[in-house]
């Protein structure tokens, strides 16, 4: 998988050591580039980052808050391609690899990524079930930066926050989310970032198995945050008090989208009030119940099962690789359960 070489993840752990231990002993000497901004109060031992191979970066950043870390981590992206890797999830290296080879032989697209799973140990079995299914054959593919931000904003899945993607664009998109003003709302750095993809260039949801989404811990903002009121982006929209800061918000999107592509900023405002508007629409949706985020969870079976099901149904699936990471993430837990016990 020589395309992996050109492959930056960064990881912006948060203070679980052992999850954080166990993705940097699975991609020790796998290909990509893995470089750690690790935020807890102890950094990891030294006889476990020994073990690790050269393609492991690992730094200790006691107590920084998450966008500093990102910020870090962002001056660090200098191969070919860069994506955002959380440190309690896995994406399959085949998968990546594939993505990379899309992206080599389609010009115009800046990001490309994978279907998506939800994986949970429950006693023997590694349980899982799908995630985001609207990420199916999902593409923002318009050749205008205006059309496909409202597109994207107004149709709003995450397919670019953990997208594999061009760097110089990547870079763009978090430096506009990382060295500013935290918003007053939930995810506001997300947001930014999708935006700011969706803005410089197309991208696309590929059919391979790509994204293995943890549920094996709570939010880092806390589990209920995205559903109070004073979080959400209707109220942050709506209240008059917060209209510097939307105002701000707007500058400085469109002051960095302005510094790419050469574009007026003053245009470029008009448009980020037109895809924030189309994002409103979107969170009204949401808090009615109205949207997709608020369906039914899809069915929950082992993984291998579901696996095979998507390969049925025409997703491609490394069965070798996931074999793997379920081996890995149940001894993780047995030997966690051991601990405890």
């Given at each position: ?90 994406f ?23 279907h ?51 760097t ?13 003003k ?7 750095g ?101 949207h ?12 291998t ?10 997703v ?26």
């Open positions: 998988m020589r395309n992996l070489k050109e492959l930056t993840i960064l990881v912006p752990s948060f203070d679980r050591p052992h999850f954080l231990k166990r993705l940097l002993s699975y991609w020790s000497g796998r290909g990509p580039k893995i470089i750690v901004a690790d935020g807890s109060a102890r950094p990891i031992d030294s006889n476990s980052l020994s073990c690790l191979k050269s393609n492991i970066e690992y730094h200790h950043l006691r107590n920084l808050e998450v966008q500093k870390r990102i910020s870090f981590l962002v001056s660090r992206a200098k191969s070919k391609y860069t994506m955002l890797h959380a440190d309690d999830e896995f399959m290296p085949s998968s990546l690899n594939t993505q990379i080879e899309y992206l080599e032989c389609q010009d115009d697209l800046i990001a490309c990524m994978g998506s799973i939800a994986f949970k140990a429950l006693d023997q079995y590694l349980i899982s079930n799908i995630v985001y299914p609207e990420l199916i054959n999902y593409e923002i593919n318009a050749d205008f930066s205006h059309d496909r931000m409202v597109f994207h904003m107004k149709h709003y899945s995450p397919s670019l926050i953990y997208s594999v993607a061009k110089e664009f990547w870079k763009a998109a978090f430096k506009l989310a990382t060295n500013g935290k918003f007053s709302f939930w995810a506001g997300e947001i930014l970032v999708e935006m700011a993809l969706a803005y410089l260039g197309k991208s696309k949801v590929i059919n391979t198995l790509g994204w293995l989404r943890s549920k094996e811990n709570k939010r880092i903002e806390g589990k209920q945050a995205h559903e109070r009121h004073s979080s959400r982006f209707t109220t942050w929209w709506e209240s008059a008090e917060m209209e510097n800061e939307r105002e701000l918000f707007i500058q400085l999107f469109a002051e960095k989208m302005s510094a790419v592509d050469g574009r007026p900023i003053s245009v470029i405002k008009e448009e980020a009030w037109e895809g924030l508007n189309s994002y409103y629409g979107f969170s009204k949706n949401y808090h009615a119940g109205k997709w985020f608020n369906r039914p969870e899809t069915t929950v079976e082992p993984i099962d579901l696996a095979e099901k998507l390969v049925g149904s025409g491609s699936v490394n069965l070798e690789e996931l074999q793997e990471i379920k081996q890995i993430v149940m001894e993780f837990h047995s030997k966690t359960f051991a601990k405890a016990g």
